[in-house]
């Protein structure tokens, strides 16, 4: 055979329908980068981002406002007084879990306190609304009960308790 007849192939070259970036090992340097990479990545718990903040707040008014286990026992609060109250209670429940931390402290017992602080402060809302248009529910029930008993007394028929004594006392 002919050096033109021969054809010669070098067997680190994959056939051209091959991915070569498949068959080809990381060199080592860069997986030791991944590596470090990986082990310098820290997870910040404390404090939330904005975002997270955000959506507690939005589901802090979707509880309040919605129909839920909550509002089975205590009702719901309109949409706009749940949007006012919840941004109230995350600020409040952000403030006291950040005033519970310390340096020793890790995220995650922060974290406890600030979830624990948002449902406490939930249904203390959630109950004083209650018991507010109870009592108010039941103060005008009160009140239209006397408007009904003094409109009642009112007619021709009435008689007043001096007019009862008065005749008692002409009586003896």
Excluded: C
């Amino acid at each position: 055979m002919s050096d033109s007849d021969t054809t010669t192939t070098n067997p680190t070259t994959p056939p051209p329908d091959q991915d070569s970036t498949a068959m080809e090992p990381k060199p080592q340097n860069d997986t030791v980068k991944d590596l470090n990479k990986l082990t310098s990545i820290s997870l910040r718990i404390w404090p939330p981002t904005q975002r997270t903040r955000d959506a507690v707040i939005a589901r802090l008014i979707e509880n309040l406002s919605e129909p839920s286990v909550l509002s089975k026992r205590y009702g719901t609060i309109p949409q706009e007084e749940a949007a006012a109250t919840a941004h109230i209670i995350e600020e409040e429940a952000f403030v006291a879990a950040g005033a519970a931390a310390s340096t020793e402290d890790d995220g995650i017992e922060i974290l406890q306190v600030y979830s624990k602080e948002i449902s406490k402060r939930m249904l203390e809302t959630i109950k004083a609304k209650a018991n507010a248009t109870a009592n108010s529910s039941a103060s005008n029930a009160a009140a239209a009960s006397v408007d009904d008993g003094a409109s009642a007394g009112a007619g021709p028929e009435a008689v007043t308790p001096t007019e009862d004594v008065s005749s008692i006392e002409n009586e003896a």
